[in-house]
């Protein structure tokens, strides 16, 4: 059995004339954090759908978790969560009803769905929010939220999607305190992110330029190869190289 949870080998996603993923490798670990960068049009969206289960690569191969996303799709969305920015919650149900709907679709059993229920809002400190409308609550309870959601069933990665976009610094810090909680445990956690100061809590990074990894390494690392302060820097520096735009 491999080492890896995630692993790629010469991955490739075309759409037509197109390559969006071209042809990346990588390998990461149980509990390790992995930052996953690249500006809009770099192919990560594609290449993470790859990873989820939800989109066939055209060469190449990956596997998630053990399974091959070419020929065990279906078993790879058993053993991940996933939480995007753009839509995690319902925003209609109340805090407790989103938390057993999501536990539900991942298989919980009745007692399991309670358990966790109660063990998520006493966690997050949420008892009086439980029985409140998700649209009633500060963005960064969402955040927060929808990161127990996509984690309730102990899943062996978890697949973050920009989850901290538009919260202030303070929630993000506290946001990340989460991510920390849950690697320690070892649950991988594959994170996209914008915010370059987030790259820096990663025990390693890719960044992504036209489809394909220009570098990849822990973030001190990195900085010390190309000479600057900061991975923003180093980001900035490769963007710029980049020739296409929308991912």
Partial sequence: MSEWVIEAEQLTRRFGDFTAVDNISLQVAPGEIF???GANGAGKTTAMRIFCGLLEPTSGRARVAGFDAMSEAEKIKQQIGYMSQKFSLYGKLTVKENIRFFAGIYGLSRRELKEKSAEIVDRL????SAD????ELPLGWKQRISFAVATVH???VVFLDEPTGGVDPIVRRQFWDMIYESAASGMTVFV???YMDEAEYCDRI??????????MGKPAEL???HGVATIEDVFVSLARKATRQGD
């Fill in 125 to 128: 400190g949420l008892a009086s």
């Fill in 192 to 194: 996209t992110t914008h």
């Fill in 223 to 225: 900085c010390a190869q």
């Fill in 132 to 135: 409140k409308q998700v649209d």
């Fill in 206 to 215: 890719s960044i992504m330029v036209d489809g394909a990894i220009a570098v």
């Fill in 35 to 37: 930052g996953f960068l």
């Fill in 154 to 156: 102990k899943p062996k």
